[in-house]
């Protein structure tokens, strides 16, 4: 007889659940987001301060890149090793965890080869601009020289989250931003002594912020996470296991690349109508962050209190996971709207934008969070279907979201923006024209998967 399972995944009441390890995952999300946006402030405020933005706005896509490809790694291993609790199995969870490192190491050095040698290619593609160029390839090239930090937090982090143990792994997410926001005007604006570093020194700033991350993340598995053993022979990379963690994280990898893919080809098709328009979309999408981060932190504890219950074969829960984890984001995802709609205005003029960049980005910021709303409605259903080992669906979302509804539309909708840019504001309706047909698809996929499945 299989012994009763104490796990507080699997004694607490769904909604009450969700909403306890899931807050401190969304209160470290937007953390992350935050620190995004003082980096570009710091940045912005700057000598030439508008070009570096739009710098770090070109590398942004390989930096969202490295977080995809961690992330979804980690959901992988995050779902693998909830459903491997869920069955009292501690062994295989055990070795689940050990070859989510194995896996940390590989996707690292990938990064750091790229850093070395790829970026000034990649940057070229975007920019002829020699001095936002040279911006660009200086603070991508730290960004990916110095990659563990960020590739190993996302790891451990949904190590932690699979475990029950979010609260941990937020205390870690918010040590590494308070890092970043710290060491960021000493190291770009040279303060106590250090040397003005400029864009090298917000680079360095992110990875010891990232390293501090991971470094305590690390700490809080070893000695706080009693649900699996830790080793070197857990470490030994095991194909099935891997397959397994692929085949789950994979289609999480894909949705976060599309952010990578999107933003990239968004950067092209604006810069090949005027740079005010790269430099305000890329600020709004850190803005914009503080809201989607919120959604994603959600989506985080959906996925692994949906795969626990699956793994316990318990439809109630299944069903109250799905409920709750998509009323709570759209919660979140209105008061986001409200907000944004609101502070509009004074979020933008916060950076020392140009009066022309300034009102595009408070025209993206107005039109792009129109979407929202709709846009949590997918990104919470991601979630369940990354649980229940559905990634076809999830995958089909995300190419709806990010790629297949949004690059074309962007292209013709920016042949169409006059000379002196009067009314470029018709791209961003690019967005929520993309978030509500997606939502919909969404829905449908649910229902499908609810009677194959459920």
């Known amino acids: 007889m299989q012994k009763e399972n104490n796990n507080i995944m699997a004694r607490l009441p769904v909604g009450k659940l969700m909403i306890k390890t899931g807050l401190p995952i969304i209160i470290s999300m937007m953390l992350q987001a935050f620190y ?38 980690g959901v992988g291993v995050n779902v693998m090793l909830a459903r491997s609790l869920g069955e009292n199995n501690r062994e295989k969870a055990s070795v689940v965890a050990g070859n989510g490192v194995f896996l940390g190491i590989v996707i690292t050095a990938v990064f750091m080869l790229f850093g070395v040698f790829g970026v000034p290619a990649y940057i070229s593609t975007q920019t002829g601009d020699k001095v936002i160029g040279e911006m660009a390839v200086t603070y991508l090239r730290i960004c990916c020289v110095c990659s563990a930090g960020i590739v190993f937090f996302s790891l451990f982090e949904k190590i932690l989250q699979a475990s029950g143990l979010s609260v941990q792994s937020t205390i870690a997410q918010i040590s590494g931003a308070v890092t970043n926001i710290v060491l960021d005007p000493v190291m770009i604006y040279g303060l106590l002594g250090f040397p003005r570093l400029g864009v090298s020194g917000a680079a360095l700033a992110t990875v010891a912020g990232q390293l501090v991350s991971f470094a305590l993340a690390l700490v809080f598995h070893i000695k706080k996470n009693k649900s699996v053993d830790n080793g070197i022979r857990f470490i030994k990379p095991d194909k099935t296991i891997i397959r397994i963690i692929y085949k789950i994280g994979l289609p999480a990898i894909i949705a976060q690349a599309l952010m990578s893919v999107m933003t990239y080809g968004i950067n092209i098709i604006l810069g090949s109508v005027s740079a005010a328009l790269v430099t305000a979309y890329g600020l709004y999408y850190k803005i914009q962050q503080f809201i989607l981060f919120a959604a994603f932190g959600l989506r985080d504890a959906i996925t692994p209190i949906v795969s626990f219950s699956y793994g316990m074969g318990d439809k109630k829960r299944i069903y109250e996971g799905i409920k709750y984890g998509v009323l709570y984001t759209s919660v979140i995802m209105l008061a986001g709207t409200a907000a944004l709609e609101i502070f509009a205005d004074p979020l933008c003029s916060a950076f020392g934008l140009s009066g022309e960049t300034q009102g595009l980005c408070v025209s993206a910021t107005r039109i792009i969070s129109a979407g929202f709303f709709f846009a949590g409605i997918s990104l919470s259903l991601q979630g369940v279907f990354q649980a229940l080992d559905k990634g076809l669906p999830s ?60």
């Open 36 to 73: 995004n946006i003082v980096d570009s402030a710091f940045v912005s405020n700057m000598e030439d301060g508008e070009n570096a933005l739009n710098a770090l706005t070109l590398a942004f896509p390989v930096q969202m890149l490295m977080v995809a490809v961690g992330i979804g790694t």
């Open 395 to 454: 995958l089909i979302v995300s190419l709806l979201r990010q790629l297949v509804l949004i690059l074309p539309v962007a292209q013709a909708l920016s042949l169409l923006v006059e000379p002196g840019l009067s009314n470029a504001r018709i791209v961003w309706l690019t967005f929520p024209a993309a978030e509500i047909i997606t939502s919909a698809a969404a829905v449908i996929l649910l229902l499908k998967v609810r009677k194959n499945i459920l």
